[in-house]
């Protein structure tokens, strides 16, 4: 009895031992499996791949099917860039739904205002015997309906993408602020951005505004007041192909001298599928000396009258046309 008290101790001693690192090998499994193979785990590797641009492995994350759309934003910079709006991110604590399936909450700003998108996973195939995987459940991406005035092309998030008559649809992941811009040397349309929270919705459709950038307006100016300065060179009460006009029953002793006090301002719009410029109005001064045929007074005469005349635009490309067009 007295040999055989110290091997039971023993025994006794490395059973203890087993059962505590048994317990031990059971909670660090149970917390190496809520941190590192959670259901928050798999959301957070998504949200970090949208982060990278890398479509491909937030599409195998999101299971999501993907709708009849543009996909230019769905790999690369431009959807790299659509996280670069989202800040203050935070990923909550999964919570559990109906049938054994797990809700993840990431909360999120762009500029103000708050939003938030729901992911629901379900368990996967065990890791290594001990490890549960997440999958989040299939969804469908969500669209963008996107127009754009005259023209055929536009830019998300900095990718170009065509405008089949000037009207796409753009798929999108989501959270994601998406900005869609149009811009060429002669005419632009303000950025518009929307920011996506959620799977399979449609967000509020794009319509950009298309007009005419400065410097088409600087150029069609500048066309203008040419035109108008050499009809203000010719010395005639009616000047030929311009808008100006004078008339007189006096004799005119002078040179007819006209000068331009306002030049029009220039309006251009989108109309019909094309452009077209509002009419124009013109301010000019004309002088001359005359004689009255009744009484023989010899005066100086001066009047500035408005005139009103069209103009055509016409655009090929970067090149512009500008024709006056003056009824009589």
Same mark, same amino acid.
């Given at each position: 009895? &007295? +040999?055989?008290?110290?091997?039971?101790?023993? @025994?006794?001693?490395?059973?203890?031992?087993l059962m505590l690192a048994l317990a031990a090998s059971i909670v /660090?499994? $149970? %917390? #190496? +499996?809520?941190?590192?193979?959670g259901p928050e785990r798999t959301v957070a590797t998504y949200m970090a791949a949208l982060k990278d641009g890398n479509g491909a492995k937030a599409m195998g994350l999101l299971n999501a099917k993907v709708p009849g759309a543009n996909a230019a934003a =769905?790999?690369?910079?431009? =959807?790299a860039q659509s996280q670069k709006a989202l800040k203050n991110l935070s %990923? @909550?604590? @999964? #919570?559990?739904v109906p049938d054994g399936k797990e809700s993840v909450d990431v909360s999120y700003t762009v500029g103000e205002t708050a939003f938030s998108s729901q992911f629901i996973l379900e368990k996967g195939p065990k890791h290594? %015997?001990?490890f549960d995987s997440w999958e989040m459940v299939p969804t469908t991406l969500p669209v963008i309906d996107v127009s754009v005035v005259n023209a055929n092309q536009a830019s998300i998030n900095g990718a170009n993408a065509n405008m089949p008559a000037g009207k796409n649809s753009f798929a999108v992941f989501y959270p994601g602020n998406y900005e869609f811009e149009y811009r060429s040397d002669l005419f632009a349309a303000p950025p518009v951005s929307r920011t996506v929270e959620g799977p399979?919705? *449609?967000?509020? @459709?794009?319509? =950009? $505004? /298309?007009?005419?950038?400065s410097d088409l307006l600087s150029q069609v100016d500048g066309t203008i007041r040419k035109y108008l300065d050499a009809c203000a060179k010719q010395a005639v009460l009616l000047p030929t192909g311009c808008?100006?006009?004078a008339e007189t029953g006096n004799r005119v002793l002078s040179p007819v001298a006209w000068s331009i006090a306002e030049y029009p301002a220039i309006t251009i719009s989108p109309y019909g599928g094309t452009w077209i410029m509002a009419p124009l109005t013109v301010k000019?001064?004309? *002088?001359? &000396?005359?004689?009255?045929?009744? /009484?023989?007074? #010899? *005066?100086?005469? &001066? &009047?500035? +009258?408005?005139f009103d005349f069209s103009a055509k635009l016409s655009v090929d490309g970067t090149t512009v046309g500008v024709t006056p067009v003056v009824d009589y």
């Open positions: 009895m &007295k +040999n055989g008290t110290p091997l039971s101790k023993i @025994a006794t001693t490395w059973l203890l031992v /660090t499994i $149970a %917390i #190496v +499996n809520t941190t590192s193979f =769905l790999d690369g910079e431009s =959807l %990923i @909550a604590d @999964a #919570v559990a290594w %015997i001990f399979g919705q *449609s967000a509020p @459709a794009v319509a =950009l $505004a /298309t007009g005419p950038t808008p100006m006009s000019a001064q004309v *002088s001359y &000396k005359e004689q009255d045929l009744f /009484t023989g007074l #010899v *005066s100086e005469f &001066k &009047k500035a +009258n408005t």
